[in-house]
Structure formats: structure tokens, C-alpha cells
């Protein structure tokens, strides 16, 4: 046993001097373009992924403190034994609790600054089809880099192959790392805490994909729109996203770039009259730019 770990030791030195020779740095300094635009591409999907909703608790403590000689000056309240913060809502009957699972969307919107107006659907819009792209971004990044990777490893000596996993290699050759988990949508949770402090239940509401989806359908259907626009707008969903990229060939239209191009091309959808000057989710209004046009449009027309 103490041989396997010397020799894997042994190893590991001589492959951290490998990745200290002049050959290693060459091939570091030739694949430095594609190193660099798998950075940037990852900095753009993480920049997606910060994401405020603007929905905060309406929870409002009364903070008593403790009458009696035993526990004076000490506070004698939920928040004892709770953090409760801008995103939690407390909840100390039970009945009210068991109505957030059987209604979550209108007990959210009831317990937590929801405006239900179209500014609130535009920004849930958006954020559905930045959150959309950052999946689909997810997988092509590592798909490029594992592709970039595979082709270096073969240059490598047997040893490094050996002892040097994907990712170690893809620190020395200068990738960052690539967040794959879903810990970016936004959650919010109810908690339900009887009188005497005790936390009988607790509940996440997490804005993932589906969750999403399922808000915007809830407020197209309470906000009043005038007859014609409530007819021509959509749903950004995973089948609209695809039906214009069909529509306009898997093409960026305005650098003319294609998967065809670029097989790891990350397109994104972009609404040409963005929504914050009044456009909508409409076919019409939609079009094709890969994440590097989209990202230096921003919210220009």
C-alpha cells in the first residue's frame, strides 16, 4: 500500500514539472484563442445566472422581549430561533401552510411583493429565457472544452495521461472551471412555526425551468391585455425557442455565424424591440443572435 501511494506521489511531481516545460507552455500558447473564448463564454452564462426577481417577503416581525425576572432582556420571538430574511415567510397556522402546496402561485403572490402587471411578466420572461440559454449553454461549453481537452491529451506523454484527470488538466491549460449545478434559480421558502416556536413545516418555492413557465401562464391569464395583444403574445418556452431557430436556419442574424460554423455555437433568443421598450414575446418579435452579438446588443433595438 505505502508503494501504490509513493508511486502515485512520484508521479504527480514529475507531472506538475511537465506542466512547468518550455513544450507544455507551446501547447498552452496554441490553443490560447479557443482557451479564452470558452472563458468568455463561461463569464456571459455565469453573468445570466445573477438574477434578482425583486420579490420580497411581506413578513413583518413584532420583536417582544421577555417580561418576566427568569428571561429578562433576552428576545422572545420567532426570529430566535429562525433566520428569516427577505425571501422567507413565516406561517403559524397550519391551515395557511397546507394552502401554499395546494396553491403555490397565489399564496406566493400573496405573501410576497408580487405586482401582477406586465412589467413583472416582462422581467419573468426574460429571466425564463436567460435561464433556458444558460442550460443550453452549459452543456455545449463543456462539450467544447472536453472536445478541446481530448485532442491535447493525446500529445501528452503517458504518464501525465495517466495521472492527470480532465479537470486538473483543464486548470493547467488555463479553462475555468464550469459551474454545471442548478443553484442559481431563485428560492424563496414558507416556513410554518407554531406559538410556542416550534418549526412544524417548511416549503421551497425555487424559480427553476418549470416553475417559471408555470408563473408567466398564471399571469397571462390575470393580466388584462387589450384583445389583439393577448392574442399575438407567447410563451417563451424550450418549442417557441426552437421554432425560431428552425425559422431562422440556426443562423445569428446580424454576424451571420451558424452551428454549422461553430458545432458549439451557443444561439440565443433576442427580442428585436427589447421588452423593456415595449416589445413582446411574439414570433414577430423574435430572432436568432449568437451570445456574442447578444450580449454587445443589450437592450438596443
Given at each position: 500500500?505505502?508503494?501504490?501511494?509513493?508511486?502515485?506521489?512520484?508521479?504527480?511531481?514529475?507531472?506538475?514539472?511537465?506542466f512547468r516545460t518550455r513544450g507544455f507552455k507551446a501547447i498552452k500558447r496554441e490553443i490560447e484563442v479557443y482557451t479564452k473564448e470558452c472563458n468568455e463564454l463561461n463569464d456571459h452564462i455565469e453573468d445570466m445566472k445573477s438574477v434578482d426577481l425583486g420579490f420580497r417577503s411581506k413578513y413583518k416581525s413584532n420583536l417582544n422581549y421577555s417580561k418576566s425576572k427568569k428571561g429578562k432582556g433576552k428576545k422572545n420571538h420567532l426570529e430566535d430561533l429562525i433566520?428569516?430574511?427577505?425571501?422567507?415567510?413565516?406561517?403559524?397556522?397550519?391551515r395557511r401552510f397546507r394552502k401554499v402546496f395546494d396553491d403555490t402561485i397565489s399564496s406566493f403572490c400573496e405573501?410576497?411583493?408580487?405586482?401582477?402587471?406586465?412589467?413583472t411578466l416582462e422581467k419573468l420572461e426574460k429571466t425564463?429565457?436567460?435561464?433556458?440559454?444558460v442550460e443550453e449553454g452549459k452543456k455545449l461549453l463543456e462539450r467544447q472544452r472536453d472536445e478541446i481537452i481530448k485532442k491535447i491529451r493525446k500529445e501528452l506523454p503517458y504518464f501525465i495521461r495517466r495521472f492527470t484527470g480532465i479537470q486538473r488538466l483543464s486548470r493547467k491549460l488555463g479553462f475555468k472551471d464550469i459551474d454545471l449545478k442548478d443553484s442559481y434559480f431563485p428560492t424563496y421558502t414558507f416556513r410554518c412555526i407554531s406559538k410556542y416556536g416550534k418549526i412544524t413545516g417548511a416549503f421551497d418555492?425555487?424559480?427553476?425551468?418549470?416553475?417559471?413557465?408555470?408563473?408567466?401562464?398564471?399571469?397571462?391569464?390575470?393580466?388584462?391585455f387589450k384583445k389583439s395583444v393577448a392574442g399575438q403574445r407567447a410563451l417563451m418556452?424550450?418549442?417557441?425557442?426552437?421554432?425560431i431557430k428552425e425559422r431562422d436556419g440556426y443562423t445569428c442574424q446580424i454576424c451571420g455565424l451558424s452551428n454549422k460554423d461553430e458545432p458549439n455555437l451557443?444561439?440565443?433568443?433576442?427580442?428585436?424591440?427589447?421588452?423593456s421598450k415595449g416589445g413582446m414575446t411574439t414570433e414577430g418579435n423574435l430572432q436568432i443572435l449568437c451570445w456574442r452579438c447578444n450580449r454587445s446588443k443589450g437592450a438596443k433595438i
Amino acid at each position: 500500500m505505502v508503494t501504490i501511494w509513493l508511486t502515485i506521489l512520484i508521479y504527480l511531481f514529475l507531472s506538475e514539472l511537465y506542466f512547468r516545460t518550455r513544450g507544455f507552455k507551446a501547447i498552452k500558447r496554441e490553443i490560447e484563442v479557443y482557451t479564452k473564448e470558452c472563458n468568455e463564454l463561461n463569464d456571459h452564462i455565469e453573468d445570466m445566472k445573477s438574477v434578482d426577481l425583486g420579490f420580497r417577503s411581506k413578513y413583518k416581525s413584532n420583536l417582544n422581549y421577555s417580561k418576566s425576572k427568569k428571561g429578562k432582556g433576552k428576545k422572545n420571538h420567532l426570529e430566535d430561533l429562525i433566520n428569516c430574511d427577505s425571501r422567507t415567510y413565516i406561517l403559524g397556522d397550519k391551515r395557511r401552510f397546507r394552502k401554499v402546496f395546494d396553491d403555490t402561485i397565489s399564496s406566493f403572490c400573496e405573501f410576497f411583493t408580487v405586482e401582477i402587471n406586465k412589467e413583472t411578466l416582462e422581467k419573468l420572461e426574460k429571466t425564463l429565457n436567460d435561464f433556458l440559454a444558460v442550460e443550453e449553454g452549459k452543456k455545449l461549453l463543456e462539450r467544447q472544452r472536453d472536445e478541446i481537452i481530448k485532442k491535447i491529451r493525446k500529445e501528452l506523454p503517458y504518464f501525465i495521461r495517466r495521472f492527470t484527470g480532465i479537470q486538473r488538466l483543464s486548470r493547467k491549460l488555463g479553462f475555468k472551471d464550469i459551474d454545471l449545478k442548478d443553484s442559481y434559480f431563485p428560492t424563496y421558502t414558507f416556513r410554518c412555526i407554531s406559538k410556542y416556536g416550534k418549526i412544524t413545516g417548511a416549503f421551497d418555492v425555487v424559480f427553476d425551468l418549470k416553475e417559471l413557465e408555470e408563473f408567466i401562464k398564471y399571469l397571462l391569464q390575470k393580466i388584462k391585455f387589450k384583445k389583439s395583444v393577448a392574442g399575438q403574445r407567447a410563451l417563451m418556452t424550450p418549442k417557441l425557442r426552437e421554432k425560431i431557430k428552425e425559422r431562422d436556419g440556426y443562423t445569428c442574424q446580424i454576424c451571420g455565424l451558424s452551428n454549422k460554423d461553430e458545432p458549439n455555437l451557443l444561439l440565443e433568443i433576442d427580442h428585436i424591440i427589447p421588452l423593456s421598450k415595449g416589445g413582446m414575446t411574439t414570433e414577430g418579435n423574435l430572432q436568432i443572435l449568437c451570445w456574442r452579438c447578444n450580449r454587445s446588443k443589450g437592450a438596443k433595438i
